[in-house]
């Protein structure tokens, strides 16, 4: 680690620290960190920055935790077990604290390139690619206007219906690493999409990332398309 990314990993665990605070009291906070109230105050305050080793485990630990106990009181899931998640990927500075804890618990190494697939990834996907200081590209299910050459990947579903994401050709080079993220993962078809995206733009795969997995049968087949970390906030039956 140089010392921007420590640096930032410090600030990252006064982020985390500052939203726990919110709903607690100095006392609550040190029985959750495990840290002197009296240091908790003045990192929330700005008058000091955690060390390196208090800042990790704070945004692996508690702000892990945290963040998927929030994450679970924001999503609706209705009858049909169909996740309404709005309440989480429409809150850019909520997923900007997921970002360094799933950098740091995946264990990732910096990408060149967040892709993510329209719609929903895309807020996610912005959070991680500023986290990382890394490009953003979408994929989408229509042709992007002006845009001459596409890479694109179709599926046919479970359901029979066929599938298809674009991608504009010149967003990721040959050889970048690629860091594919989604809000949701569940049959795993659209992770497929996007890892086969990647693999034909010749980039290296550097993980694969969801805010929520539903069941873990899109987890596994994403596992069983690359070698790369691959792991969600939060997962759910
Ligand atoms: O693992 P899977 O079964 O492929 O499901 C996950 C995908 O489904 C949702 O997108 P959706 O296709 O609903 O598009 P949207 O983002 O535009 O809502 C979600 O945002 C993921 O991209
Ligand atoms: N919102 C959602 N909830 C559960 N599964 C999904 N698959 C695609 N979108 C979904």
Same mark, same amino acid.
Request: aromatic share 6%.
């Given at each position: 680690?140089?010392?921007?990314?420590?640096?930032?990993?410090?600030?990252?665990?006064?982020?985390?620290?500052?939203?726990?605070?919110?709903?607690?009291?100095? %006392?609550?906070?040190?029985?959750?960190?495990?840290?002197?109230?009296?240091?908790?105050?003045?990192?929330?305050?700005?008058?000091?920055?955690?060390?390196?080793?208090?800042?990790?485990?704070?945004?692996?630990?508690?702000?892990?935790?945290?963040?998927?106990?929030?994450?679970?009181?924001?999503?609706?899931?209705? %009858?049909?077990?169909?996740?309404?998640?709005?309440?989480?990927?429409?809150?850019?500075?909520?997923?900007?604290?997921?970002?360094?804890?799933?950098?740091?618990?995946?264990?990732?190494?910096?990408?060149?390139?967040?892709?993510?697939?329209?719609?929903?990834?895309?807020?996610?996907?912005?959070?991680?690619?500023?986290?990382?200081?890394?490009?953003?590209?979408?994929?989408?299910?229509?042709?992007?206007?002006?845009?001459?050459?596409?890479?694109?990947?179709?599926?046919?579903?479970?359901?029979?219906?066929?599938?298809?994401?674009?991608?504009?050709?010149?967003?990721? %080079? %040959?050889?970048?690493?690629?860091?594919?993220?989604?809000?949701?993962?569940?049959?795993?078809?659209?992770?497929?999409?996007?890892?086969?995206?990647?693999?034909?733009?010749?980039?290296?795969?550097?993980?694969?990332?969801?805010?929520?997995?539903?069941?873990?049968?899109?987890?596994?087949?994403?596992?069983?398309?690359?070698?790369?970390?691959?792991?969600?906030?939060?997962?759910?039956?």
């Amino acid at each position: 680690m140089n010392r921007a990314e420590k640096a930032a990993l410090q600030l990252q665990a006064v982020s985390v620290l500052r939203m726990l605070k919110e709903t607690r009291t100095y %006392d609550e906070l040190a029985e959750l960190t495990g840290l002197p109230a009296g240091d908790l105050n003045r990192y929330v305050n700005g008058h000091v920055l955690p060390g390196v080793e208090r800042a990790r485990e704070v945004v692996e630990g508690v702000g892990r935790d945290a963040l998927a106990d929030e994450l679970e009181a924001r999503v609706r899931f209705d %009858d049909e077990g169909y996740v309404d998640n709005s309440g989480v990927v429409f809150d850019q500075s909520f997923l900007d604290l997921v970002a360094p804890v799933a950098a740091n618990t995946l264990n990732l190494e910096r990408p060149d390139v967040i892709l993510t697939a329209a719609t929903d990834g895309i807020t996610l996907g912005a959070a991680m690619a500023s986290y990382f200081g890394a490009r953003l590209a979408y994929a989408k299910k229509s042709k992007e206007t002006a845009v001459e050459d596409f890479i694109e990947s179709r599926q046919r579903l479970a359901s029979g219906i066929e599938l298809t994401y674009y991608l504009p050709a010149s967003a990721i %080079d %040959d050889g970048e690493r690629v860091l594919v993220v989604d809000d949701l993962i569940r049959s795993g078809e659209t992770q497929e999409l996007l890892l086969d995206i990647a693999l034909q733009a010749d980039a290296d795969i550097a993980g694969v990332f969801a805010l929520i997995a539903v069941g873990d049968e899109g987890t596994n087949r994403a596992r069983e398309l690359t070698d790369a970390p691959v792991g969600a906030l939060s997962s759910f039956d």
